[in-house]
């Protein structure tokens, strides 16, 4: 009796064993999903790759695990085709135009208008809705790609210095790349440093990127 129960523990172990593998490649598959399903969702087209690719490799590893070969197969395209992209991408970059116009110039406004709520949730604290924000302001840039907007920058110059009001990319566009053209650009302009003292509860990451330096309660770039 007692050499039945002990293969009788044996067996149940086994086989709870068993189920712990199967729930942990279960869950692995239902990952490499969902990261798939999320990357559709980025605006960006750049992290929209990056986080499909990660979702592909997650969910081509479930496949093999499964011997579902068909599955795994197509998986391994879709990384290889997110890393060609990314690749072209990276070495390629956008081709982005920089156009100087006026703070009242009637397509700047539309713009300002219809990115407005996206413009607020960026940079909370400042309306660029208000008038008396803007009335300093004598450098306004629409940054373009391929013709169309990517992004807007407006700030007050004096001396070649640049008090950034607002720096803002179009959401599919916010992979620095805006950033670093207009390093190079601005400098043709005759500006040699960036001075920034707004709200940074949505932009640490794009001001650390682009190299800009906190001193005393603002930050600073020299280009």
């Not at 729930?23 to 929209?48: A, C, D, R, W």
């Not at 413009?119 to 004598?138: H, M, R, Y």
């Not at 210095?161 to 670093?180: A, H, N, V």
Request: aromatic share 14%; charged share 25%.
């Amino acid at each position: 009796m007692r050499f039945v129960y002990i293969l009788a523990i044996q067996d149940l172990q086994l086989y709870y064993d068993g189920m712990d593998k199967q729930v942990i490649i279960e869950l692995v598959g239902y990952l490499g999903s969902f990261l798939v399903l999320v990357s559709f969702l980025m605006t960006s087209v750049f992290k929209l790759r990056i986080i499909n690719t990660i979702g592909s490799v997650i969910f081509m590893i479930y496949a093999l695990i499964i011997h579902s070969y068909p599955t795994a197969v197509m998986n391994f395209c879709l990384v290889l085709i997110n890393i060609r992209f990314l690749w072209k991408m990276r070495n390629t970059g956008h081709h982005y135009d920089l156009l100087k116009v006026e703070k009242d110039d009637m397509y700047l406004q539309y713009i300002l208008k219809r990115q407005y709520e996206d413009i607020k949730s960026c940079f909370p604290g400042i309306d660029i809705s208000d008038k008396e924000n803007l009335a300093d302001v004598n450098r306004t840039y629409i940054v373009t790609c391929g013709g169309n907007p990517a992004g807007i920058v407006v700030g007050k110059e004096d001396e070649g210095i640049m008090k950034l009001i607002l720096d803002y990319s179009f959401p599919e566009y916010r992979d620095f790349s805006i950033g670093q053209f207009l390093l190079r650009r601005l400098k043709a302009e005759g500006i040699n440093k960036l001075v920034y003292d707004g709200p940074t509860e949505n932009h640490m990451q794009y001001l650390n990127k682009m190299g800009f330096e906190k001193v005393g309660e603002h930050y600073e770039r020299k280009i």
